[in-house]
């Protein structure tokens, strides 16, 4: 066997496990959509961090089509040694490298900027919507106890919100779980807020982070290699 069919046909194997996986994605992700009960009701003990079925389920979609058509791409552009197939998979592929190069960065140096963002739109959110939307609350409530955190920045996010208003405290993990959590209890406890929590823990676990960004960037630089090797060797036949 060549070089060229040997690349040619782990092109092809390779492919098709993305294209399998992305259709299998894709089939949960509608079936959540579809029937998300059900879904809960199997994986229930294993889902109870992402019991919002409904986001979860559309993120599945998203990726699990472009899955598909990245495979489909280079797959079928390897089976049929079609150039204009194997330069859009190469595109494709770039195009979503640019992007996740784009992202970082910008998740870099706009961290402040992202905060401030966030806080104009999920701190309105939290005082208006926190203990009124049952899918909200819920997914604050895990956030806030799976993270050890309270609110955006912290407890003054619910300050005048529905939830204070209604009973007169913040919600329990701002005073890590003690009660009465009124102001003074929750000024005390110091409970931080999820988003300066959750950067802790990607500064805390950088390493894993790092080695799977640099796994997958891996994979597509060599995915955009072997594709525009084939590219150019069709040439040559």
Known sequence: MGCFTFIKVMMIL??????LGGGTLLGVGVWVTVDGQSFL???GTLSSSVLQVVNVSYFLIVIGAIL???GFLGCCGAQKESKCLLMMFFSVVLIIFIAEIAAAVVALVYTGLAETLLTAVVTPLLKEKYGVDKSLTHIWNVTMTEVHCCGLNNYTDFDDSYWYKKWGTYPEPCCKDLQPCNSTLAARSEVPGCFDQILEEIKTNAGVVGGVAAGIAALEIAAMAVSMYLYCQLDQK
């Open 68 to 70: 598909m058509v990245i």
């Open 41 to 43: 009701n199997i994986f």
């Open 14 to 19: 390779f492919n098709l496990a993305i294209f």
